[in-house]
């Protein structure tokens, strides 16, 4: 898609193209998610989700505001600062300092304090919902600065959050995807930079990223991870894109269909080799990360890594939101059996439309894996509405690196479509005399 075609995204340059309706877009945006946000005090059972719900209104109401008042982009800034501290910065101190999180990150600093001291992050008798691990072990490793910092003090409490190092390890992986894809000219740095700053800052101060970054943080990694391995396959490094993927594939099952889109897309960039290469360094970085645990406690491993999350375990999930699987696997194990024919038929039909018409872009690749992600989560047996994070983030990132850092150039050639070249003839028809 050539650059000049995504005109939806040109809306957030500061000082792009001038259009009448861009000041209502972002007031109409703010406004959309100052009421998103409020409905979590009224209707969310938890207490983590109407603190935030509450904060991100007010920043939310405050931005819409902000906006309204000034057309100028110093206005759509002060607006982006209000959305930010009122989505972002103060929920997510008031909760790490408060102790309020989600169940799952005490799952992962849990399972970090487990892995150093036994070799595992899985309990042997699990007793209560709180006490399974879901995730594959490399979860636990952003639990290791809670076990060893510990929770006395203000800033252990807010240095050993598991939330926190999961926003740390999304921030770089998409700085470092940029950076990978970056096209490396003269001009290709400060005039971009603010930009590219200003649509990275509005995604995360959106609702589908603040919430979970102030909540829970578990799947941020994962999001990152897919996506530095995307950016590194498209630009034909296979052996730091397996192990980028390695990374994501030892956090959670949800990542190894990146494994696939990654692998096509360098067969069709740069040839079978460098995707044997990815798929290799994938697979065995995994393994490695994987098997120890596995080998320690393969039968806690197995109820809690892939019967509980399915819905299939001993212990009933807490991931309920009424997605049409979850939906059919409440009828009954019929509409269990059906929920996985379903999820089944799509993983068959997204991996038939790799092989028919593979990706040649990073978009095109990310939005791929955006799609397979999007039939897993809506007919897996037991999901959340929080997993749709993970495709919106791969459908709008790829989009802003190609639109603000990328041109058609010999190391990048994947973010965009390519022009065709003028033909020689044309060429020489016009150069005559020194001439074009």
Same mark, same amino acid.
């Given at each position: 898609m050539p650059i000049t075609s995504m005109s939806p995204l040109k809306s957030l340059l500061p000082g792009g193209t001038r259009r009448p309706g861009r000041r209502a877009m972002w007031a109409g945006?703010? +406004?959309?998610?100052?009421?998103w946000a409020a409905a979590f005090p009224l209707f969310s059972s938890l207490e983590t989700h109407r603190a %935030?719900? +509450?904060?991100?209104?007010?920043?939310?109401?405050?931005?819409? =505001?902000? =906006?309204?008042?000034?057309?100028?982009p110093r206005g759509r800034?002060?607006?982006?600062?209000?959305?930010?501290?009122?989505?972002?910065?103060?929920?997510?101190?008031?909760? =790490?300092?408060?102790?309020?999180?989600?169940?799952? =990150?005490?799952?992962?600093?849990?399972?970090?304090?487990? %892995?150093?001291?036994?070799? +595992?992050p899985y309990l042997a008798d699990p007793r209560s919902v709180t006490e399974y691990t879901p995730y594959l072990p490399g979860m636990a490793v952003l639990g290791f600065p809670r076990a060893l910092l510990g929770n006395d003090g203000w800033v252990p409490r807010l240095l050993g959050d598991a939330r926190l190092w999961c926003a740390v390890v999304l921030l770089l992986c998409l700085q470092a995807g940029r +950076?990978?894809?970056?096209r490396p000219d003269a001009d290709g740095g400060r005039s971009r930079n603010a930009p590219y700053g200003t649509a990275m800052?509005?995604?995360?101060?959106?609702?589908?990223?603040?919430?979970?970054l102030c909540t829970s943080g578990v799947d941020l990694p994962l999001i990152g991870l897919c996506a530095l391995a995307l950016a590194l396959a498209a630009s034909r490094r296979p052996a730091t894109a397996g192990l980028a993927l390695a990374a994501a594939c030892a956090l959670k099952w949800t990542a190894w269909p990146a494994v696939a889109v990654a692998v096509v897309l360098l067969a069709a960039l740069a040839g079978r080799r460098a995707a044997r290469t990815c798929a290799a360094v994938a697979v065995l970085g995994a393994l490695a990360l994987i098997l120890p645990s596995a080998l320690l406690s393969p039968g806690p491993m197995f109820q809690q890594v892939l019967a509980f999350p399915t819905g299939a375990g001993k212990v009933e999930?807490?991931?309920?939101s009424p997605l049409p699987g979850h939906?059919?696997?409440?009828?009954?194990?019929?509409g269990w059996y059906a929920a996985v024919v379903l999820l089944l038929c799509g993983g068959v039909a997204v991996a038939l439309s790799l092989l028919l018409r593979p990706p040649t872009s990073l978009v095109s690749a990310a939005d791929r894996l955006a799609i397979g992600l999007c039939v897993a989560f809506l007919f897996a047996p037991a999901g959340r509405f929080g997993y749709l994070a993970l495709p919106v983030?791969?459908?709008?990132w790829p989009r802003f690196v190609a639109a603000f850092d990328a041109a058609p150039s010999r190391r990048t050639p994947t973010l965009v479509a390519a022009r065709s070249p003028e033909p020689a003839a044309a060429v020489t028809s016009h150069t005559v005399g020194g001439r074009r």
């Open positions: 945006g703010w +406004t959309v998610a100052a009421l %935030w719900g +509450t904060s991100a209104a007010a920043g939310y109401a405050a931005a819409a =505001v902000a =906006v309204c008042l000034s057309s100028r800034t002060i607006a982006l600062a209000l959305a930010l501290a009122g989505a972002v910065v103060i929920p997510f101190l008031y909760l =790490v300092l408060s102790g309020g999180a989600q169940s799952e =990150v005490d799952v992962i600093e849990r399972s970090g304090a487990l %892995w150093l001291q036994h070799g +595992t +950076t990978a894809l970056r800052a509005a995604l995360i101060a959106s609702p589908v990223m603040a919430l979970p999930t807490p991931a309920s939906l059919l696997a409440e009828l009954g194990p019929f983030v791969l459908a709008v």
